[in-house]
């Protein structure tokens, strides 16, 4: 004949797991919610500034470390906003609905061309090429 087996308790790993996810999920959905879809979409822009501009200031540095004449090409993924080199310093800025300014020092003197303007979100191509010991030459293709 046959058995029913009696039902059994789940695991407390399995309750805790189960948890977790829920938890997850909650926050994930009600984050937006909470804090307003505005304040979502100005810390993704902020950040993805950040990492721009981090991007510019270590592909710089490095061809700073190489010969004259070094030339790269990097591909960046950008928000919208202005980008503007003083001497070593590189700023990238929002006004508007979104403003921010995000700073990097850099060992050389930078000579920014091109357009510095980023009209909406996009990868930008950016030739960087080094001129001399103390100076390199950025230009924003695109």
């Known amino acids: 004949m046959l058995k029913f087996r009696k039902r059994g308790q789940i695991s407390l790993e399995f309750s805790l797991l189960f948890l977790a996810v829920l938890l997850a999920i909650i926050i994930a959905v009600?984050?937006?919610g909470m804090f307003g879809f505005k304040k979502t979409v100005t810390i993704?822009?902020?950040?993805?500034?950040?990492?721009?501009?981090?991007?510019?200031?270590?592909?710089?540095?490095?061809?700073a470390a190489a010969g004259e004449g070094t030339t790269k090409i990097v591909?960046?993924?950008?928000?919208?906003?202005?980008w503007e080199a003083n001497k070593n310093i590189l700023y990238f800025y929002r006004d508007g609905d979104i403003k921010f300014n995000i700073t990097a020092n850099c060992n050389?003197?930078?000579n920014l061309n091109g357009n510095k303007t980023?009209?909406?979100?996009?990868?930008?191509?950016?030739e960087i090429q080094k001129?001399?010991?103390?100076?390199v030459n950025v230009t924003i293709i695109s």
């Open 30 to 32: 009600g984050y937006p």
């Open 44 to 63: 993704s822009s902020m950040s993805l500034a950040h990492a721009a501009v981090s991007k510019m200031k270590q592909n710089i540095e490095l061809v």
């Open 75 to 82: 591909y960046i993924k950008c928000p919208p906003g202005h």
């Open 108 to 110: 050389t003197n930078i």
């Open 118 to 126: 980023v009209s909406k979100a996009k990868i930008i191509i950016v």
């Open 131 to 135: 001129i001399n010991e103390s100076h």
